[in-house]
T-cell receptor
Framework: DGGITQSPKYLFRKEGQNVTLSCEQN?????MYWYRQDPGQGLRLIYY???????QKGDIAEGYSVSREKKESFPLTVTSAQKNPTAFYLC?????????FGEGSRLTVL | AQSVAQPEDQVNVAEGNPLTVKCTYS??????LFWYVQYPNRGLQFLLK??????LVKGSYGFEAEFNKSQTSFHLKKPSALVSDSALYFC???????????FGSGTRLSIRP
């Protein structure tokens, strides 16, 4: 079945470590997005990409990095520069406007 | 700059009664507007969208939304609430000339039996 797969579902990290969250889609969508969700704050845009080898910063890009080497993949790296990385991370893609979301990755920094 | 506001953190409705979840927006160009629903520890599911055309948009699970350009609003409605409608609802907006999509802070809908 077509869809978006995020992995891992749960991730624990020690302070000072980088971690990469995977996002893969087989919907043949051009655009992909990363959001962060914190309780009471809704979804905040981290990065987005409209085409391969191109991406733009969202509203809270500091401490994060992305790549878009393939149309179906848009991995997010949470670096040690991110001061408060514990959150629920959501990846999405779109072709005609509405977003299709993965099931999310919950990152906890110990 | 784009912005979306959902003024109510929580909406409580009795089963069988009509429900409304409010959303207002701000964009520089023409808006593309969306509603999504989220169940605990899951991704978001698309409910409906307004791109152009009829101001009343019908979507999944009996939900509808009305686009009001003068009030810059896109409120989500349902004539008769079900207990199973209890979830977190998000409004989102995209400027028609750009790809950035931003979300409101969410409204928790609670339907009591």
């Amino acid at each position: 079945d077509g869809g978006i797969t995020q992995s891992p579902k749960y991730l624990f990290r020690k302070e000072g470590q980088n971690v990469t969250l995977s996002c893969e889609q087989n919907l043949n969508h051009d655009a992909m997005y990363w959001y962060r969700q914190d309780p009471g704050q809704g979804l905040r845009l981290i990065y987005y990409s409209q085409i391969v080898n191109d991406f733009q910063k969202g509203d809270i890009a500091e401490g994060y990095s992305v790549s878009r080497e393939k149309k179906e993949s848009f991995p997010l790296t949470v670096t040690s520069a991110q001061k408060n990385p514990t959150a629920f991370y959501l990846c999405a893609s779109t072709l005609t406007g509405e977003l299709f979301f993965g099931e999310g990755s919950r990152l906890t920094v110990l | 700059a784009q912005s979306v506001a959902q003024p109510e953190d929580q909406v409580n409705v009795a089963e069988g009664n009509p429900l409304t979840v409010k959303c207002t927006y701000s964009v520089s160009g023409n808006p593309y507007l969306f509603w999504y629903v989220q169940y605990p520890n899951r991704g978001l599911q698309f409910l409906l969208k307004y791109i152009t055309g009829d101001n009343l948009v019908k979507g999944s699970y009996g939900f509808e939304a009305e686009f009001n350009k003068s009030q810059t609003s896109f409120h989500l409605k349902k004539p008769s609430a079900l207990v199973s409608d209890s979830a977190l609802y998000f409004c989102a907006v995209r400027d028609s000339s750009a790809s950035k999509i931003i979300f409101g802070s969410g409204t928790r809908l609670s339907i009591r039996p």
